[in-house]
T-cell receptor, first 114, second 113 residues
Framework: NAGVTQTPKFRVLKTGQSMTLLCAQD?????MYWYRQDPGMGLRLIHY???????AKGEVPDGYNVSRLKKQNFLLGLESAAPSQTSVYFCASRGTGGMNTEAFFGQGTRLTVV | GNSVTQMEGPVTLSEEAFLTINCTYT??????LFWYVQYPGEGLQLLLK?????DKGSNKGFEATYRKETTSFHLEKGSVQVSDSAVYFC????????????FGGGTRVLVKP
């Protein structure tokens, strides 16, 4: 029962480098989310998806792109990393059972941009 | 818009003390309310939820009551343990956007033996 799996768990990037974070869920959930967690800021929504082939912007989308080519995967890309993108990134998924439905989270990716 | 405000931490307590974490919200209509917990080095997991006014969510000795009049959802536990040390997040899903989940800033709780 894997749930939500994020890869990698840790990464150090140099400014200007690119990378892709992968989120995979095995619960057949329609909704998937990418959040970033920063000290004193809680979780802020970067992008989300309401189904395969769809994506939408959240609160802090600038500098990130996403893709949902397969229902079980949600990719977060950084085209040109900046130190301000140093953060812990969490992926989550959620079923379509309504507004009371629980969200399931991955264990996070700690990204440092130097 | 929709927002959640939590008391800032850290909150430091002794074992067996009473814990309260305040949470208030702003939302259109009547949202669903949640408390999530993040243990060290882990992702968030659902602790409890309430879906309508006066509902009480409870789990693992924690309780929270949906108060429409005060737009609050305060988390309480009568006797904390060292294992309750974690970061606690209040969150809501608005009725008009059932796919959205908005979080508060999180409150770190440290329980000392």
């Amino acid at each position: 029962n894997a749930g939500v799996t994020q890869t990698p768990k840790f990464r150090v990037l140099k400014t200007g480098q690119s990378m892709t974070l992968l989120c995979a869920q095995d619960m057949n959930h329609e909704y998937m989310y990418w959040y970033r967690q920063d000290p004193g800021m809680g979780l802020r929504l970067i992008h989300y998806s309401v189904g395969e082939g769809t994506t939408a912007k959240g609160e802090v989308p600038d500098g990130y792109n996403v893709s949902r080519l397969k229902k079980q995967n949600f990719l977060l890309g950084l085209e040109s990393a900046a130190p301000s993108q140093t953060s812990v990134y969490f992926c989550a998924s959620r079923g379509t059972g309504g507004m009371n439905t629980e969200a399931f989270f991955g264990q996070g990716t700690r990204l440092t941009v130097v | 818009g929709n927002s959640v405000t939590q008391m800032e931490g850290p909150v430091t307590l002794s074992e067996e003390a009473f814990l309260t974490i305040n949470c208030t919200y702003t939302a259109t209509g009547y949202p669903s309310l949640f408390w999530y917990v993040q243990y060290p080095g882990e992702g968030l997991q659902l602790l409890l939820k309430a879906t309508k006014a006066d509902d009480k969510g409870s789990n693992k000795g924690f309780e929270a009551t949906y108060r429409k009049e005060t737009t609050s959802f305060h988390l309480e536990k009568g006797s904390v343990q060292v294992s309750d040390s974690a970061v606690y997040f209040c969150a809501l899903t608005p009725r008009a956007a059932g796919n959205k989940l908005t979080f508060g800033g999180g409150t770190r709780v440290l329980v000392k033996p």
